[in-house]
């Protein structure tokens, strides 16, 4: 009977469910949970008394006459209620994902629900408290929230909401609060799961419902905490404090001190025609009007800077962050167009949001030798985890992590110079690799190399970088940035080059391409200068993007290596998993960053390359790949959602590991993921292999058998 | 049934009682053991806050308004608290009616005589109905009907009646509308008097409308409209005692 029960066809329903979720797999009826098994009726869903009453009914009964039946029981001892309750199961019935299930299921749901009546304003589900049911509208109406306060979406009768929560880490993730006067049903999580487990259906409802959400979190990823939400006009909190560039650096100090301002806008014209000709901090007077001793008269033209970077006044805190980690300045002019709307300086960001890894970026440049910089850096991993813990995505904690590595280089760099001396001819230092594409998390090794002036002349010259090189490299390592395996550092002569050698290598790549050195200049192509001449980076990554994009041999020998590594996804949606030294011959492991983020990148730079873009950044990189017809907007959609979700399945299994007090690493073995996290992984890894197999036949690359 | 004319009943002074005193009182005077159970299990004192009580909607289908002339045909309850009405523990019984269905309630409540013909006798049901009640506040729409038909139906039965006291979600309604009648002027503009039956009380709190009328909706109707004049009119904290009956 119970078969008969829980059989779809009982009520000759089709599943609708062919349609196309824009998330991160299209769902078909087959998945894992296949067609409907049959109830357990002695589960929690019925009492022990309905249990065996309707153990004695028998298989060829109708779904009719067990309902009468429980209603004749019911005549006799309470229980079964669902005849009575049919206001409440109609309710239910009229609205997805439950006007899909057996009438049977949907009694059994009713007859476990708590009913609460909530008046507007009240705070229904607060972040971080357990989750403890599904929520449905009976009437009125819910607000959820993001994380940061903002809205995120309006629930009304017959809707649904919490099974994020649920399904997740049985924690709330979106506060919920009365926004009308609300009768809500509350369906306890064992309901929840068991309905989980019984009906494909509701599965894929919540499901999708969840993966929409996980999708809006992936796509709207300025959002998700407050440097996310609030825009850098807020931090402005005073009347801009500028002079005429014409002044003299005496006057420039006294307006500073009388207006206690660390920073002072130069302006160039009167009234609405002035406009921003450059700025002047308080660093600048210590270092260089202190330090060289200029005559009070100076003006202040020869020592202020020029060619300012700016922020739109409406972009988000993050951004103007990420600028100023990116280029290590600490004052931003806020801009309306020409209009200066204000300065913002690092420490208004990290006074609004303490917890931020900004202050350990202060904390970096306050630092004067190399021993207070590798106590400091014991912080980034605290730093790390408190932003995994607040929920930032992989974008905003790779480009934070690339900005702490980038200030202790920096930092470094500084101290190096302050040590040797001036350089003898100018020079950038060049980040590569994960750092170069704001990329970096806690494991990792430092990649960089030395773009020297073309005046450099090695016999005179390169005493003096070979010490800085050490000196930078030697502090990285102190740092927590091990040594690279493969030599790719400022300290290998090979990588301490000028411009027209460094010009030439990109050449030789390009033009004559050869799959086993380009596996391991790969690395190149992601760079960035990071301090002095970064404009020597500039022209290599201009060189880089209008090369590469002309040369189909090339692309298709870059392809052809990035087809070496593939996802650790089996014939059957299975994972392929590897032994690893650390976790012994039974925990089998599949490596997270060889088989996920690497493989991705690297088909995301060929793509980027193919454009002619000069992004670094991966997700940047789509963005410009999205520009042109390459790959269409769903490919470009897929492949983003396929990189944040790995990237930040690997992040948290990292944050994880360094709250229980162990090394982290990339190493996952799929027991310690949640089924949800499984089945996205899953569905990321199909997302690779399918874009892998685009590239393969989009660059012509054949893969390369003797390359491991 | 019109309630409107019965919305200033003869009722008991119940209000004034200390009721965990006269639980006590009657634990012991009683002989019947399912009495003495009931009262056993207790009575919240007078200063208990709303939010702290147990409680259970109850509500009764009946051949009549009179419980010395009428029979009880059905009995539907609900415990809960202000924190949540939980169906789950919700019960339903149909029971056979001393005196013969008459044809205008059947009409009334969809229930036939066919219907009562299995059901079993109130006192049959009485030992889960009993247990249900105790230790919890009864909540009624209408303190007229199921005190008093219980009240009698145990009188008849076990020669003993039954005492306790209740919130009664009408009586709050007449008591926030003190003025529910309209005024001569008012009537004269064709001004209706407002209602405080259960269907329209729960409107002015954005209740849902109940198409069913059994007991049992009835009692869950009921219970949600006590959550929501509480939410809105008196708040968790107030004593019990401003309120029962």
């Known amino acids: ?708 | 049934m019109s309630l409107e004319d019965m919305d200033t009943p003869p009722s008991q002074p119940f209000a004034n009682v200390p009721w965990p005193d006269r639980y006590q009182t009657l634990t012991e005077a009683t002989n019947n053991p399912l009495l003495k159970a009931f009262y056993q299990a207790g009575c919240c004192d007078a200063n208990t806050p709303l939010s702290q009580v147990p409680m259970v909607a109850i509500d009764f289908e009946t051949t009549g308004l009179s419980a010395t002339e009428h029979s009880i045909i059905s009995v539907g309850l609900v415990p809960f608290t202000l924190e949540g009405i939980q169906l789950s523990a919700a019960r339903h019984w149909l029971v056979k009616p001393k005196l013969a269905l008459r044809q205008t309630s059947v009409t009334i409540h969809g229930i036939t005589h066919a219907d009562l013909e299995q059901a079993p006798d109130l006192v049959d049901i009485l030992p889960e109905l009993l247990g249900c009640l105790a230790g919890r506040l009864p909540v009624v729409h209408y303190r007229d009907i199921e005190r008093p038909f219980l009240d009698v139906a145990l009188r008849y039965r076990l020669q003993e009646g039954i005492q306790f006291p209740l919130l009664d979600t009408m009586a709050i309604e007449a008591h926030l509308h003190p003025d529910r009648r309209p005024t001569f002027w008012q009537s004269w503009r064709d001004q209706k008097p407002l209602s405080i039956r259960l269907a329209d009380s729960r409107l002015r709190y954005g209740l849902p409308h109940y198409a069913a009328h059994n007991a049992l909706m009835d009692a869950i109707a009921t219970a949600e409209l006590l959550q929501a004049q509480i939410a809105h009119h008196f708040g968790e904290q107030t004593p019990v005692s401003d309120l029962w009956l």
């Open chain 1, 1 to 708: 009977m119970h078969d008969a029960l829980f059989l779809p066809d009982l009520k000759g329903r089709d599943f609708p469910r062919k349609m196309k979720i824009p998330g991160l797999r299209s769902v078909t009826p087959s998945g894992k949970r296949s067609g409907f098994k049959p109830a357990k009726v002695s589960g929690f869903m019925a009492a022990p008394s309905t249990a065996s009453r309707f153990g004695a009914i028998t298989h060829d009964q109708t779904v009719l006459s067990a309902i009468v039946l429980a209603k004749h029981y019911s005549i006799h001892s309470g229980g079964c209620m669902q005849a009575e309750l049919i206001d409440i199961r109609n309710h239910l019935l009229q609205h997805s994902p439950f006007n899909e299930m057996p009438e049977e299921l949907v009694n059994r749901v009713t007859e476990t629900i708590e009913i609460v009546y909530a008046r507007a304003g009240t705070e229904l589900l607060r972040i971080n408290d357990p989750s403890k049911a599904l929520y449905y509208v009976r009437s009125g109406a819910v607000e959820i929230f993001r994380r940061s306060g903002e809205l995120y979406n309006r629930i009304g009768e017959g809707e649904i909401f919490g099974a994020f929560g649920l399904l997740m880490n049985k924690h709330v993730r979106f506060p919920a609060t009365v926004l009308e006067d609300s009768l809500i049903y509350r369906i306890p999580a064992e309901t929840f799961h068991y309905l989980f487990e019984q009906d494909e259906g509701f599965a894929d409802y919540v499901e999708i419902e969840d993966r929409s959400r996980l999708r809006s979190a992936v796509s709207r990823r300025e959002k998700s905490n407050q440097l996310m939400t609030s825009r850098v006009s807020r931090l402005i909190s005073r009347k801009t404090v500028s002079a005429p560039y014409t002044v003299r650096l005496q006057e420039a100090a006294r307006i500073m001190t009388e207006n206690s301002v660390s920073a002072l806008l130069l302006m160039e014209g009167e009234g609405d025609q002035a406009r921003l000709k450059g700025i002047i901090t308080d660093r600048d007077l210590r270092i260089r009007a202190v330090t060289e001793a200029l005559p009070s008269e100076t003006p202040i033209s020869e020592i202020m800077t020029e060619g300012l970077i700016t922020i739109p006044a409406s972009h988000y805190i993050f951004e103007a962050m990420l600028t100023m980690l990116h280029n290590n300045v600490h004052h931003l002019p806020v801009m309306n167009d020409h209009e200066v709307r204000g300065v913002i300086a690092l420490s208004d960001i990290v006074k609004y949001e303490s917890q931020s890894s900004l202050y350990l970026v202060s904390n970096i440049y306050h630092q004067t030798s190399v021993k207070g910089l590798k106590k400091i850096s014991l912080e980034v991993r605290d730093s790390f985890v408190r932003m995994v813990n607040e929920d930032a995505n992989s974008h905003m904690i790779g480009s934070a992590l690339a900005g702490i590595g980038r200030s202790f280089t920096q930092r470094l760099l500084e101290l190096g110079e302050e040590k040797l001396g001036p350089p003898p001819v100018p020079y950038c230092f060049m980040a590569l690799g994960s750092m170069a594409r704001d990329e970096q998390l806690v494991v990792t090794d430092q990649d960089n190399a030395m773009i020297l002036d073309d005046s450099f002349v090695a016999e005179e010259h390169d005493v003096y970088f070979l010490e800085l090189a050490k000196f930078v490299s030697d502090g990285l390592a102190e740092c927590g940035y091990t040594y690279c395996t493969g030599d790719i550092m400022a300290t290998n002569e090979r990588w301490r080059q000028p411009l027209k050698a460094w010009k030439a290598y990109f050449s030789d790549w390009i033009d004559n391409p050869q799959a086993r050195a380009l596996l391991n200049s790969n690395i190149f192509f992601d760079l960035d200068g990071i301090y002095g001449e970064t404009d020597f980076a500039e022209q290599l990554k201009t060189l880089v993007a209008q090369k590469a994009s002309n040369s189909q041999r090339f692309l298709a020998m870059m392809a052809r290596n990035a087809l070496n590594r593939t996802p650790p996804l089996g014939f059957f949606r299975n994972f392929v998993m590897e032994e690893d030294g650390k976790h012994g011959k039974h925990d089998k492991t599949f490596n997270l960053k060889r088989r996920g983020t690497a493989p991705l990148s690297d088909l995301i730079r060929i793509h980027a390359l193919a454009c002619g873009s000069k992004a670094q950044n991966s997700f940047e990189r789509l963005d410009a790949i999205g520009k042109t017809r390459l790959i269409l907007d769903d490919g470009i959609g897929n492949l983003r959602d396929a990189l944040e979700f790995i990237a930040i399945v690997r992040i948290r299994h990292q944050a994880l590991a360094i709250e229980a007090g162990r090394e982290p690493d990339n190493n996952v073995r799929p027991q310690d993921l949640s089924p949800f996290e499984r089945n996205h992984l899953k569905d990321a890894f199909q997302v690779l292999s399918d874009a892998q197999k685009f590239l393969k036949y989009r660059y012509n690359a054949q893969i390369a058998r003797n390359v491991s």
